[in-house]
């Protein structure tokens, strides 16, 4: 009995066992810019990219570029997609959809036209990528429609939204 309790316990652990992003933490990212006094947001300004084919696992970083001294970006495979850390890869697929949005899938999205930043609150820090999906809506009300993924910094968790940034 006691080999099984240790093994629950490691499990546990290893899943994280960390809450989600708070609401005013997720509409803070997809929108690059802080909605609530306790969410900080730093923009990162994207100057320099660089491509690599062959990045890791199989992986071609066709967007990555460097924020102080750490690889961050864009990777794909085939139909898969990754972000970029700090050199690691974290797939979108493996994502945790949060919200209301269980029903949407994880999607790719045009680098280019996105917004990367890091976002803090409280001990939470999580690295985002906001996106309107490859630009549609420049106008009409999908415009106000935004996806992005948010890696959690501490435990590696990777988490998707979609919201409408009006509500």
């Known amino acids: 009995m006691k080999s099984r309790f240790a093994t629950v316990i490691m499990f546990a652990s290893s899943v994280g066992w960390a809450a989600p992003p708070s609401k005013n933490l997720v509409k803070s990212c997809l929108q690059a810019r802080s909605v609530s006094l306790s969410v900080t947001i730093r923009n990162i300004n994207v100057e320099e990219v660089f491509q690599e084919d062959g990045y890791a696992d199989g992986f071609n970083a066709s967007y990555i570029f460097k924020y102080e001294g750490v690889d961050m970006g864009y990777a794909e495979r085939k139909r898969d997609q990754a972000l970029i850390y700090s050199g690691k890869l974290y797939r979108l697929s493996n994502s945790i ?17 996105a917004q990367w930043s890091l976002a803090k609150e409280g001990k939470q820090q999580y690295f985002c990528v906001g996106f309107n999906f490859y630009g549609l ?11 992005g993924y948010l890696l959690n910094l501490k435990n590696r968790d990777v988490y998707f939204a979609v919201r409408d940034i009006r509500q």
């Not at 919200?99 to 036209?113: D, I, R």
């Not at 809506?137 to 996806?147: L, P």
Request: proline fraction near 7%; hydrophobic fraction near 25%; aromatic fraction near 8%.
């Open 97 to 113: 959809p949060i919200g209301s949005n269980s029903e949407v899938k994880s999607t790719a999205f045009n680098p280019t036209l």
């Open 137 to 147: 809506g420049q106008s009409g009300s999908f415009q106000n429609v935004h996806g």
